[in-house]
C-alpha cells in the first residue's frame, strides 16, 4: 500500500521511493574497437559486472581505460579477441544520458560537478583537472556502494 505523507517522501512498505534513471537519454548506443595494448589496461566482462566502465577515447574510434576525459560508459563486449589476447575486439559506449559509474572514493566526486575517468575504470573528482578535462554532471552519489549517477549530455 503507498502512502503519502506531505511532509515526508512517497512511501511503500515503510521504504522511501527509489529514484532510478539509470540508462535514461542513452541511446544511441556506439560501437567502437578497443585498444588492446600500450595505453592502460582493456576493459573486460568482469570490469562490467563491477561496474568499472568509465571509458576515454584514445584515438579514431578506439576507446580504452586510463586516466583522462570521461568518454562514455562500457555497456557491452564482444566475445572476439584480439589475436593471442583475451581482450574483446569491440565494445558499445553509452555516450550520452543518464549512465551510473563506480567512483574512488579518494576522488570522491561532488554533487553537480564534472569527473573524470580513472586508470580502473571507475571515475573521480580531482581538484588537479581542467574544465576540460571533467566531463557530465553529477545528479546522485550513493555512498554506502561508492557509485554515482552522471547526466553524459
Known sequence: MNNVDPDGPLQHEDKPYAIMNDGTGGTPFLNFLQNPDGFGTFFTQECIDQNHTAAILIENN?????????????????????RDTHC??????????????????????????????????????????????????????????????????
Open 88 to 153: 574483446p575486439k569491440i565494445g558499445t559506449i553509452q555516450k550520452r544520458g543518464m549512465a551510473r559509474f563506480k567512483y574512488d572514493p579518494k576522488h570522491r566526486p561532488i554533487l553537480d560537478s564534472g569527473v573524470i575517468a580513472l586508470p580502473d575504470g571507475r571515475v573521480g573528482w580531482t581538484s588537479s583537472a581542467t574544465l576540460q578535462d571533467l566531463r557530465g554532471s553529477i545528479i546522485c552519489i550513493e555512498e554506502d556502494k561508492e557509485e554515482c549517477v552522471i547526466w553524459l549530455g
Open 62 to 82: 578506439v576507446f580504452g581505460m586510463a586516466r583522462g576525459r570521461l568518454f562514455g560508459k562500457v555497456v557491452w563486449l564482444s566475445l572476439e579477441v584480439f
